[in-house]
């Protein structure tokens, strides 16, 4: 595909300049991992031209996925306003309003979700799941807390365990609140433990359940990813160059960005540092619109490859853009727990770096954020001064 690219950008003079600027701004993201320069092309673009509806929605993207959410909104709204029928966009649209307290926004882009919702489970489930969505990016947790549990009252065991994503959902925000045990009940209603089961268990010191869980899961990148974390890189590598799961699930760029996450892992594992900061480099983008909580758990991984580098600086700068994510994660299942599990190294390495005061903030808002949580939650464990 290069060798096509560099073509195209060597011909693009040709081109009309609308044409011209997207096929740079594609070219600097893309094959020059030059994404401050790919926003820049695409703002002239659309300065230009901002009827350009796929410029719009990749700026948009590049700077979502860099935490930018105030600049990015106006873009995000206007991919919306030029797809009223998609529900996607007004969804997307909605996510937004609410993460930065726009309450027009919120009535407008509720009402056209709303509308559009019918056939279509995982907006559906999330409609469902927004009045305790908001408390939680608002602050309430009890709140979110006293609201999911009344959601699940009603739902009922049997409907919740029919409906997938609403099941996914609501272990997800109880992930988010640090509830483990609620979580584990729910999860104790299916025989096959799911992937986040056997991440949260691992962190617990529970790895039983990951030895089950890689007994019998399909989805490859995420199996390479888990047995990378065990410890056992060897066979990750089996998995990724036999994989077992059919590649048309997936568009073949978003294939590439989770298996270059599982693979970023593996290097990882191996000590690999500088294979691991590039593989992991390989997906903000992507799967920040596509796979939130792989592309929070690839910033963790390359941060923990740069400080084995000693590069603590680009490591705190790549987690404090993680950080920024934080009111989008609710809506993907489990992107919350990912964007906690990166607060806590963050705080770690504020630690080692000297940076007291600043690991007290991350501290602080991360005990907030897990007020409700369980006593002996890992990740408030991990945050009590060595002796305690």
């Known amino acids: 595909a290069t060798h096509h ?24 993201y893309g094959y020059l991992n030059d994404q401050e320069k790919a926003i820049e092309t695409y703002k002239l673009l659309l300065s230009l031209y901002p009827d350009h509806f796929w410029g719009n929605g990749n700026l ?24 009223p029928n ?31 919702a019918g056939g279509e489970p995982y907006v ?4 469902a799941m927004l009045p305790a969505y908001e408390q939680w990016v608002g602050g309430d947790y009890s709140a979110a807390a006293r609201l999911l549990d009344g959601l699940v009252e009603e739902v009922g065991q049997e409907e919740l365990l029919a409906d997938g994503w609403l099941f996914a959902h609501v272990r997800s925000l109880y992930l988010a609140l640090g509830q483990l045990q609620r979580f584990h009940e729910l999860e104790g209603w299916r025989q096959q433990p799911g992937w986040f089961q056997a991440l949260v268990d691992l962190d617990s010191g529970n790895p ?20 990378a974390l065990a410890g056992r890189p060897e066979k990750a590598r089996e998995i990724i160059d036999h ?11 978003q294939m590439r960005h989770y298996n270059n996450f599982a693979l ?25 619109i596509t796979a939130k909580h792989l592309h929070l758990y690839a910033m963790g991984l390359k941060a923990q490859a740069l400080v084995a ?41 504020y630690l080692q770096a000297g940076l007291d005061a600043a690991a007290e903030r991350v501290a602080g808002e991360l005990q907030e954020m897990l007020q409700v949580a369980d006593a002996d939650h890992p990740f408030l464990r991990a945050l009590q001064p060595e002796g305690d």
Do not use: C
């Open 243 to 253: 994989p077992r799961t059919p590649q048309n699930l997936f568009r073949p760029t």
């Open 86 to 116: 998609a529900w996607w966009g007004q969804y997307d649209a909605l996510q937004f309003a609410i993460a930065l307290d726009d309450a027009e926004g919120r009535e407008k882009y509720l009402a056209t979700t709303r509308a559009l």
């Open 5 to 28: 690219m560099e073509r195209a950008v060597a011909l693009s003079e040709q081109a009309s300049e609308r044409e011209r600027l997207f096929i740079l701004a594609s070219y600097y």
């Open 60 to 83: 948009a993207n590049h700077l979502e996925s860099l935490g930018r959410l105030e600049e990015s909104y106006p873009y995000r709204l206007r991919s919306a306003d030029w797809r």
């Open 264 to 288: 970023g892992s593996v290097a990882l594992a191996e000590e690999d540092w500088r294979e691991a900061v590039e593989r992991l480099s390989d997906y903000s983008m992507v799967l920040a």
């Open 309 to 349: 580098l000693g590069d603590t600086d680009q490591a705190i700068e790549v987690l404090e853009i993680a950080s920024l994510q934080r009111p989008l994660t609710p809506y993907e299942p489990g992107a919350t727990y990912l964007w906690q599990r990166n607060q806590v190294l963050l705080h770690r390495i």
């Open 208 to 227: 039983e359940t990951l030895e089950r869980f890689l007994e019998t899961e399909r989805y490859d990148y995420l199996v390479a990813a888990l047995h």
């Open 124 to 127: 559906e489930s999330g409609l």
